[in-house]
């Protein structure tokens, strides 16, 4: 078992509990005493409503797409289809929700996940043959110093409001460097072989769930890690879902 740094995780939940007897503002603009973000600020998240693609990309079909059908692929994955067989995100990772998640992911601000708790509350189940919520997991040295891992919180999250049981099949084995900044496939060199699966899957219809997916880098590997282990279908669920810019 990974060792526990103390002083940080103490920090974390201690500003929970604070938080959850003293309920703060409105987390962007200070005026709502609820503690969640209030409805001029919740107009602000940029929502992702169009069809998508497998990737969680848009595909450019202006086709509404059945819930249980198999979505159209983009250019991209009809080169390199992705090893889960859908995504989905609500919101489209831009401002104000990136600087949300940095909060919720590098400082450990669990007043964000209270503030988001009434959205994501009311997100229903995409996908009704769920057998298991299964994080996408941050290696143990980065958990050490957060004291926190923002896919673990979430997907304990949604397994509450979803009601499925939470399966923590994976871990990161090796400590990868950052993606951030990393093209597409430097992304894909720097995650190979890092994710180990240390529960059985086998049959299990999974969806894997993080913070947010960018080039889908870390998914495709964590995906491609429980069907490995005999996983019969993995979905990826993310709060948000990083956009190509328009083209000019």
């Not at 990737?55 to 889960?84: K, M, T, W, Y």
């Amino acid at each position: 078992m990974a060792p526990v740094n103390l002083k940080a995780a103490t920090k974390v939940y201690c500003s929970l509990l604070f938080n959850h007897i003293n309920p703060s503002p409105c987390t962007l603009c200070g005026q709502s005493e609820s503690g969640a973000l209030c409805v001029d600020c919740l107009h602000l998240l940029a929502r992702l409503t169009v069809p998508l693609c497998r990737c969680g990309l848009p595909h450019g079909n202006e086709q509404p797409v059945e819930a249980d059908s198999v979505p159209p692929l983009c250019g991209r994955c009809i080169r390199q289809p992705p090893p889960f067989s859908a995504s989905q995100a609500p919101l489209q990772y831009t401002f104000p929700i990136d600087a949300l998640i940095t909060r919720y992911k590098h400082r450990a601000d669990l007043t964000v996940e209270r503030a988001l708790a009434p959205l994501l509350a009311e997100t229903p189940l995409p996908w009704a043959d769920t057998d298991a919520v299964c994080p996408l997991p941050v290696h143990w040295r980065r958990r050490w110093r957060r004291g926190f891992d923002q896919g673990d919180h979430l997907a304990r999250l949604m397994g509450q409001y979803w009601q499925r049981p939470v399966l923590p099949a994976l871990v990161r084995q090796r400590a990868t460097a950052s993606q951030q900044g990393l093209s597409r496939r430097q992304r894909q060199r720097n995650l190979h072989q890092a994710f180990h699966c240390q529960h059985p899957v086998a049959g299990l219809r999974l969806i894997l769930v993080d913070d947010v997916m960018t080039t889908g880098s870390s998914a495709r590997a964590a995906a491609q890690c429980l069907l490995d282990h005999g996983a019969e279908d993995v979905r990826v669920w993310t709060l948000a879902r990083t956009l190509p810019p328009p083209l000019a």
